[in-house]
């Protein structure tokens, strides 16, 4: 298939059944007890500085273990799988000194999800695979001060930040991904420079593609870590027409699902959710079992209140396998129809009808 066949085949899938995304990349490189030497092999033999837990690294040094893991959350029942490149931009990857990578670990991540969605398709042709770029956050920010004595400070500038995601979207491009997933958001403007280089790509002359915007709620009181509430968020970013809208990581489901259901009732497009394996425990482990989140999920999509699940932190292949299992023909979210209106946001939403 061509990748606007594919973009085709993905939306009609999505008003047909509850897409299912993969889960964690983190907990399933861990579990491999991996050494400096696999994130350094040949290229960076002769870095400075440890590089491991540089996982983004490991699409270069490492494909087999990457092209494993897509094969695996494939095989679970997934229908989308995220690119390797969560942190790969060169602002993320500066504090190994990996700026010089960066284009490498995006591209080639890429096309290794490719190559696995690809020879899954041509297996299950009726349950055709996808690849979504993976666009995670950065460890600085836009919209809150770098130093608690002056409010105007910022490490970064807009364009720094523009610039950083554009590097890392156009070598996603061109490595096949189908969508483009800008995930857990933590700070909305860094994430609206993502948007805007995702979408500057078609006056660059590529084809456009799908935009995916995921969020986080960072603890109960149910706003991002730079303030907004979640309609607010969802007014910040809804002129991108994305085809999802969400929220992953911090949570688990338990906590999770009033944001979720408070999305689903403003978002005029899909909504997607995918949580944590519950919340940590004392050693910063995550002990909720693949059946409890199954189960967890599937009261969320007999509700109505999503179109795509997944998991984030902690979710393993067993857990996608129990979540694809659980909504295997529940009939996907339908979207609202909202009146027109001004809705502009700050850390509130505003509407004027």
Known sequence: ??????????KAAAKQRVLILDGSWGVMIQKRGLAEADYRGDRFKDAAGELRGNNDLLCITRPDIIAELHDAYYAAGADISETNTFSATSIGQAEYACEAAVWDINFEGAKLARASADAWTAKEPHKPR?????????????SMSSDVNDPGARKVTF????????????????????????????????????????MDLEDQGYEPLPIWISGTITDRSGRTLSGQTVEAFWNSVRHAKPFAVGLNCALGAELMRPHIAELARIADTLVSAYPNAGLPNAMGEYDEQPHETGHMLHEWAEHGLVNILGGCCGTTPEHIKHVADAVKGVTPRQIPERPTAMRLAGLEPFELV
Request: glycine share 6%; with cysteine.
């Open 1 to 10: 298939m061509t990748r606007q066949e594919r973009i085709a085949a993905l």
């Open 130 to 142: 996808f690849v979504a770029g993976s666009i995670g956050p950065l460890p600085v920010m836009l």
């Open 159 to 198: 364009e720094q930040v523009y610039e950083a995601y554009s590097e890392q979207v156009r070598a996603l491009h061109e490595g096949g991904v189908d969508l483009f997933l800008v995930e857990t958001i933590t700070d909305t403007l860094n994430c609206k420079a993502a948007i805007k280089a995702i």
